[in-house]
């Protein structure tokens, strides 16, 4: 079964312009989690959404970031503009109900 | 709140020693879950297991342990005869219950580098 699929595996970009993350949830799964991994804050849940619905957004840290699910294959992290600070890895994960997380490999995103 | 503290940074081992990787948590709920996982040079994050509050059996899966103590709030992670594929961080994490919302909120700790050396 192939797992969670992230792309791209990494993003240089320039400050102020727009980023868009991808992920495709594994098969099944009704549960989708973005989360960000960074030297000072470690691995911090931004937002997850239930059968395509997002339910808790409180960790996503500013208006200028957003996240949709479309449907139940296929999610996008969108940063615009985006900053130096954003610069981090970002994983996407995917789990049933009451299970634990698959996680993606990650994208890593660099902000000059 | 909630608190995962993974003490040690980075731990360099020799191949074959026994290595333990602590994990204390911080929670008022009397229901919860543990978790751990693993981090490769890859990238992902591998699930290990997962334990609720209920249990406190230790569990032995291979080369891999658990001694889940709550009187301590601790939930050690030890690798028997540990081998170079070992090498990885290691993140323990915290849940509430899933309750209405039907899933696990993870709470990660800061994570432990292992390395194990040839």
């Known amino acids: 079964d192939a797992g969670v699929i992230q792309s791209p595996r990494h993003e240089v970009t320039e400050m102020g312009q727009e980023v868009t993350l991808r992920c495709k949830p594994i098969s099944g799964h009704d549960y989708l989690f973005w989360y960000r991994q960074t030297m000072m804050r470690g691995l911090e849940l931004l937002i997850y959404f239930n059968n395509n619905v997002p339910i808790d957004d409180s960790g996503m840290p500013e208006d200028r970031f957003s996240a949709k699910m479309p449907n139940a294959s296929f999610s996008t992290l969108k940063i615009q503009p985006s900053e130096p600070r954003d610069s981090a890895v970002y994983f996407c994960?995917?789990?049933?109900?009451?299970?634990?997380?698959?996680f993606g490999q990650g994208t890593r995103l660099t902000v000059v | 709140a909630q608190k995962v503290t993974q003490a040690q940074t980075e731990i360099s081992v020799v191949e074959k020693e026994d290595v333990t990787l602590d994990c204390v948590y911080e929670t008022r709920d009397t229901t919860y879950y543990l978790f751990w996982y693993k981090q490769p040079p890859s990238g992902e994050l591998v699930f290990l297991i997962r334990?609720?509050?209920?249990?406190?059996q230790n569990e032995i899966s291979g080369r891999y342990s658990w001694n889940f103590q709550k009187s301590t709030s601790s939930f050690n992670f030890t690798i028997t005869a540990s081998q170079v594929v070992d090498s990885a961080v290691y993140f323990c994490a915290l849940s509430d219950s899933p309750g209405t919302s039907g899933t696990y909120k993870y709470i990660f700790g800061t994570g432990t580098r292992l390395k194990v050396l040839a």
């Open positions: 334990r609720n509050s209920f249990d406190e």
């Open positions: 994960a995917s789990s049933l109900a009451d299970s634990e997380a698959f």
